[in-house]
């Protein structure tokens, strides 16, 4: 019989700590895979209408579009003949450069956001733009001290993401206030005007993601 608590803990697209090494071996095969199916998508024809073309078999093509099998040089040459792409297409996803961004503790680059008020230091803690993904996420470390003002009206696109580290902030999100303490994470659409409203024990720092689509 299930435990109780077990009904409610929400149920995660992605293991977060999941260190498959199968799965990591097979990163090529699934880069193949997403551009032989987007090449195909952009043609707008089927894997059964791509399988009479080129000759293989529609549970082979199934195969190699979902990261399921590794095809051969002629089997993509064949791919590239039937789709009119050059054979180097099918790997672009692979080779393109992956961003990662390490930022020492007290280095973070100060910096002002729109609408920031006295006293609000924000620390940019990276910064990675579109690329193929289409979203810019940007973490900042926030300090608020006596000299703070609390005027909450922030607003932007995109949705936040906030961790509190110290101190205690009561935090308004629209016509909603929440208390923020350590330990407490705040997740929210960052459309509705929001910021910290009084401050209640300072100094206080949080950490803020927000995320944005690029255009």
């Given at each position: ?12 697209s ?6 498959n090494?199968?799965?990591r071996?097979?990163?090529l ?7 032989v ?15 009479k073309a080129?000759?293989l ?8 579009e979902?990261?399921m ?7 993509l040459?064949t ?21 990662a ?5 007290g280095?973070g680059?100060e910096?002002d ?13 990276g910064?990675?733009?579109?690329n ?6 940007e973490?900042y ?14 607003q932007h ?8 580290i110290?101190?205690?902030?009561e935090?308004r999100?629209?016509d909603?206030t ?10 929210f ?5 929001h910021?910290p409203?009084?401050?209640i024990?300072l100094p ?12």
């Amino acid at each position: 019989m299930k435990n109780s608590d077990d009904l409610t803990k929400p149920v995660l697209s992605q293991d977060p700590h999941k260190t498959n090494r199968d799965k990591r071996e097979k990163v090529l095969e699934v880069a193949i895979g997403r551009e032989v199916k987007a090449y195909r998508k952009q043609h707008d024809i089927t894997v059964a209408e791509l399988a009479k073309a080129t000759g293989l078999s529609i549970g082979m093509l199934s195969k190699i579009e979902n990261g399921m099998t590794s095809p051969s040089l002629t089997t993509l040459q064949t791919l590239a003949h039937a789709l009119s792409v050059p054979l180097t297409s099918f790997f672009k996803r692979f080779e393109e450069n992956r961003e990662a961004v390490h930022v020492k503790s007290g280095e973070g680059l100060e910096a002002d956001r729109r609408g920031t008020r006295a006293g609000h230091q924000y620390n940019l803690l990276g910064h990675i733009g579109a690329n193929m993904s289409g979203v810019i996420v940007e973490p900042y470390l926030i300090t608020l001290t006596e000299a703070s003002d609390t005027f909450p009206e922030f607003q932007h696109d995109g949705i936040e993401f906030i961790y509190m580290i110290e101190g205690e902030v009561e935090y308004r999100h629209g016509d909603r206030t929440f208390i923020l303490k350590p330990g407490d994470s705040f997740f929210f659409d960052a459309d509705a005007p929001h910021g910290p409203q009084k401050h209640i024990k300072l100094p206080a720092r949080y950490l803020s993601i927000i995320s944005y689509p690029a255009s």
